[in-house]
């Protein structure tokens, strides 16, 4: 069982930044693809960003790529996104998810991320232009 902790949310103006951490309990941090995603209001949950067990691979929704950077910290159990040049279509609230037998890359394509593991109950981030 894998415990997750969203922090870092808040109000900026457009083309603000904003940097989410996720902090996940127990032992086996290493062995979990880790990702994000995210719902807007009136809108379906949608992926935002994943890394690899290893950290060595990395994937984005389109329109994040180039402005989103996903990192990982296995030695201490957190997960990071750093979010710059944020929109009013950013807002919405993020969740951290982790699984024990997606792939980051699988978890790329996973639509509303039906089926993963463990998910935090989010963080809200809110961007007014």
């Known amino acids: 069982q894998v415990q997750l902790v969203e922090s870092g949310g808040g109000s900026v103006q457009a083309g603000g930044s904003l940097r989410l951490s996720c902090a996940a309990s127990?032992?086996?941090?290493?062995?979990?693809?880790m990702g994000w995603f995210r719902q807007a209001p009136g809108k379906e949950r949608e992926f935002v960003a994943a890394?690899?067990?290893?950290?060595?691979?990395?994937y984005y929704e389109d329109s994040v790529e180039g402005r989103f950077t996903i990192s990982r910290d296995n030695a201490k159990n957190t997960v990071t996104l750093q979010t710059n040049s944020l929109k009013p279509e950013d807002t919405a609230v993020y969740y951290c998810?982790?699984?024990?037998?997606?792939?980051?890359?699988?978890?790329?394509?996973?639509?509303?991320?039906?089926?993963?593991?463990?998910w935090g109950k989010g963080t809200l981030v809110t961007v007014s232009s």
């Open positions: 890394i690899s067990r290893s950290g060595g691979s990395t």
């Open positions: 127990g032992r086996t941090f290493s062995r979990y693809a």
């Open positions: 998810v982790a699984d024990s037998q997606s792939t980051a890359q699988a978890m790329s394509v996973r639509g509303q991320g039906y089926g993963l593991d463990y």
